[in-house]
């Protein structure tokens, strides 16, 4: 099962599971963010885009303090995937969970709008779907989606192979080396800026999302 976190200001918190549930026919079930725990059938972590919080102080700053993520941190410390978008992506930073910090867009603007996303890494459990080198088409929708991490840590993730989407083209909103998403050291932790989960009907503008959501209900179903 997918548990897929909602906080006051999750607004892509249904969209997630419709996504999982209805197009793509995978088991998915919303988790407030007071529980303390995570259900007992959970296999994966999804955390939805938003304004959680209404963005005060910074983005994913007062979600971090949510009971949930308490357990969210156990559930990837023993292995357990874990994937963030936009929002997600930031709190996902802003636990720990995830290096370096999502900051303000570098036009000072927000931006919504399709992007091109190259991806660098053919990886279980979220990219397997994809060839390295491949070209994806993703929506997004932010005004705090810079990447930024100190060079130490920029270096450090290219060397161990950790950004699996880069902007391909244009780069919307200023982040370091084009980095649209990465994953951590142990492998089970990605966030990225896009929203897979509105990129999955051919109605919504394209289907490149069910790829990266798709790689992770392989891997579920696999046993990974």
Same mark, same amino acid.
């Given at each position: ?13 249904? +969209? ?22 995570? !259900?007992?059938?959970?296999?994966? =972590?999804?955390? !939805? @885009?938003? #304004? ?15 009971? /949930? /993520?308490? +357990? ?9 995937? =874990? ?17 370096? $910090?999502?900051? %303000? ?10 992007? +091109? $996303? %190259? $991806? ?5 459990? #979220? ?7 491949? $070209? ?16 130490? @840590? ?19 909103? @200023? ?6 998403? /990465? ?10 800026? !896009? ?6 009907? !051919?109605?919504? *503008?394209?289907? +490149?999302?069910?790829?990266?959501? *798709?790689?992770? /209900? ?7």
């Amino acid at each position: 099962m997918f548990a897929v976190l909602q906080f006051p200001g999750s607004n892509d918190d249904r +969209d997630m599971c419709f996504a999982m549930k209805t197009v793509l026919g995978a088991d998915a079930q919303l988790v407030w963010h007071k529980d303390a725990k995570l !259900p007992s059938d959970t296999q994966a =972590v999804l955390l !939805p @885009g938003g #304004f959680s919080y209404g963005d005060y102080l910074r983005t994913g700053a007062m979600a971090r303090f949510s009971p /949930i /993520i308490a +357990d969210l941190q156990r559930f990837a410390r023993q292995g357990g995937p =874990v994937l963030g978008t936009c929002n997600g992506f930031q709190i996902l930073c802003e636990a720990g969970l995830l290096p370096g $910090v999502l900051v %303000r867009n570098q036009q000072l603007h927000f931006v919504c709008d399709f992007v +091109d $996303v %190259r $991806v660098e890494r053919s990886v279980a459990p #979220f990219t397997s779907r994809s060839a390295a080198g491949d $070209v994806l088409s993703l929506p997004i929708k932010h005004g705090e989606g810079a990447y930024f991490a100190p060079p130490q @840590g920029l270096a450090k993730l290219e060397e161990n192979g950790q950004v699996l989407l880069r902007y391909a083209g244009q780069n919307p909103n @200023g982040s370091l080396q084009n980095i649209a998403g /990465i994953m951590n050291e142990a492998g089970n932790v990605f966030g990225l800026m !896009p929203h897979p989960e509105h990129a999955v009907e !051919p109605a919504l *503008g394209g289907t +490149d999302g069910a790829l990266l959501l *798709g790689s992770m /209900i392989d891997a579920m179903r696999g046993g990974a």
